[in-house]
């Protein structure tokens, strides 16, 4: 049995231990207090402004401003977005609004939506750029990124080179749709190229032929081909420039360009 001396010396111990918890768990509340009540008004006002954002008729949505999109009525604008009128625009979702937009109307590159307190919606938009054609039934305006763009025409439209016989996509040639064919992208990029490097100068390319699929062929002023064949195409580009340094595309005088073989052939009229 343990000497009474010593029980009772840890019977003190622990009750000294428990009302110093005691004083520090009082004092805590005491210090603390202040902030917890604080704290809880906070909550409550937000709360409280939380329920007026969502109840209160000052956050109702009743105008949609579409920029860079010329003149719309607001009917017009709402449709656009497929929004409608009197929305709570606390809750709105703008990430579905600028889905919905790029889903409805994929010519535009970038779409950012915004809101604009109480209770207006701004959109800007980015339009996609076209930088070429390409020859279907009918001249099809495309992007950098060969996105089939609106608008369409019998006749090829004025100062975008023509990509001629692109097989047309699976899915058809909707809005939005994309060329996704490997020598049309071949095409787009030696298009590019051309342009970028200024081989051609003063001169115009007028069409890259991508029908005969062993020999892509660039039409410079409507009448001069270049012919290219199906691979090695920045080699070629660059005879191409050290030929056109030797000679001047004449649509007179010159007929072909011909870079398939080791010697540059050229065909006069």
Do not use: W
């Amino acid at each position: 049995m343990k000497p009474l001396k010593s029980r009772l010396r840890k019977k003190i111990g622990a009750n000294n231990l428990y009302l110093k918890a005691g004083g520090g768990l009082k004092r805590f509340t005491i210090t603390s207090l202040p902030y917890i009540l604080s704290l809880t008004a906070v909550g409550v006002l937000l709360g409280g402004v939380v329920a007026y954002a969502l109840n209160s008729p000052t956050f109702r949505l009743t105008e949609v401003k579409i920029l860079n999109s010329g003149l719309l009525s607001q009917e017009q604008a709402f449709r656009f977005c497929e929004l409608r009128r009197d929305e709570n625009l606390v809750t709105l979702d703008l990430v579905n609004v600028q889905q919905v937009i790029k889903r409805k109307h994929p010519e535009f590159k970038e779409v950012l939506v915004r809101r604009v307190l109480p209770n207006r919606i701004e959109v800007t938009l980015k339009r996609r750029t076209p930088v070429a054609q390409v020859a279907f039934s009918r001249y099809l305006q495309v992007d950098k990124d060969l996105i089939l763009l609106p608008g369409s025409s019998p006749v090829p439209f004025r100062n975008l080179t023509i990509i001629q016989g692109a097989p047309a996509p699976p899915g058809g040639l909707s809005v939005g749709s994309a060329l996704r064919d490997s020598n049309t992208v071949k095409a787009m990029k030696m298009a590019e190229i051309v342009k970028r490097s200024n081989i051609l100068k003063k001169h115009t390319l007028t069409k890259v032929d991508i029908s005969d699929r062993k020999n892509i062929v660039l039409v410079v002023d409507g009448l001069i081909e270049i012919r290219m064949g199906d691979g090695h195409f920045i080699d070629r580009l660059k005879i191409l420039d050290q030929t056109l340094k030797t000679i001047e595309l004449d649509p007179s005088a010159i007929h072909y360009i011909d870079l398939r073989f080791d010697d540059v052939i050229v065909g006069s009229k």
